[in-house]
């Protein structure tokens, strides 16, 4: 009897390893463990065998057994795993192909289609392009660009402070008897311009960067949304006067406006530029303020000329906030420009409000791109 149980634990060995699927291996266990195969029968009937052969096939039977499902066990580990495999190989997606039917592909988004053709007009007038942090540390921001203490862009009614997260939860008590915190060092910054600083300290002379970049007032209207858009340009070398501003800013506006446009300087005043100017260039959408019915042009309001940015020679003071020696007004000058790219996208498309950039409505933004 036991030489049966050996045969049949080599039987069931031999068919396990036939077995090439878990549903092979599923037959083999009914086939050799179920209900009505010969070996379970067998340790059932122990108990009728003489006393003197229970023990030694009992025992027998039972290593057969548990030998048995233990191989069936690992092998069919194995055989889902493998499996598995087959069928993700198998059901795997790419989702790289076009969707069926195929969708439209979709458009960039105004302001990013200005800002890149802004950007591809000045690396074709040999600028480069930087990128800089949007939480800004005060002293970048308005101490190095010359602002006074008590500049008014500096107040909290105008921009936003950002506290620092380890003095975060220490302000105990809120409301009219909360303490005056100490006013925080950091700021969402208000301008593109702290990253002449930046790129200054970054790169020795000469430089020619844009800087594009979101920025942050606190405004909110028509003409206003607490963030938006502006490219920051340097150009610093040896002699770099108000007329390589104004050769680099109308082939900007010619690019971008039309090849028939023309720029003009008006006097201004920014704290880190001297002399200071706003940019205007002549309106393409009229002559000379009248449209061809002879009524008054709506986008420049029958002035012909538009504002599309600010920028002056960059003011001896900045330099020396500018830790590198290589920076000295002495031997180097240039110029700085900051444009936004709403603005400018409203001017070119004739866009009415600035909040359509922000509403995210298909209808205006398809018809663009
Ligand atoms: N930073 C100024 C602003 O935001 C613009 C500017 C940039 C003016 C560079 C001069 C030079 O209004």
Known sequence: ????????????????????????????????????????????????????????????????????????????????????????????????LPGYPAQPAGRLHLLTATRREIEDVFLGLGFTILEGPEVELVHYN??????????????????????????AGQSPVAGPDAPRSTPSDLVLRTHTSPMQIRAMEAHPPPLYVVVPGRVYRRDSDATHTPQFHQIEGLAVDKDVTLADLKGTLLAFARAIFGDEREVRLRPHFFPFTEPSVEVDVSCFNCTEGHLRDGSRCPLCKGTSWLEILGAGEVDPNVYAH????????????????????????????????????????????????
Do not use: C, W
């Not at 709403?342 to 791109?369: T, V």
């Open 1 to 96: 009897m036991i030489e049966r149980i050996e045969q049949l634990r080599a039987e069931g060995e031999g068919a396990v390893a036939q077995a090439a699927t878990t549903a092979a291996l599923e037959e083999v266990r009914v086939r050799h463990l179920g209900r009505r195969a010969e070996l379970p029968n067998l340790l059932r009937g122990v108990a009728d065998l003489p006393p003197e052969q229970r023990g030694g096939v009992g025992k027998a039977a039972n290593q057969a057994r548990q030998a048995l499902e233990a191989l069936i066990a690992g092998r069919t580990r194995e055989l889902e795993a493998a499996e598995l495999d087959v069928r993700l190989a198998a059901d795997r997606v790419d989702v790289t």
């Open 142 to 167: 308005f101490d190095a660009l010359n602002h006074a203490p008590n500049h008014p862009a500096r107040d909290r009614t105008d921009t936003f402070y950002v506290r620092r997260p380890e003095a």
């Open 322 to 369: 500018v830790d590198d020696d290589r920076y000295d007004p002495e031997k180097v000058s240039g110029f700085a420009f900051g444009l936004g790219v709403e603005r400018i996208a409203m001017l070119k498309h004739a866009i009415p409000d600035l909040r359509l950039f922000y509403d995210n409505d298909l209808r205006f933004l398809e018809q663009f791109g």
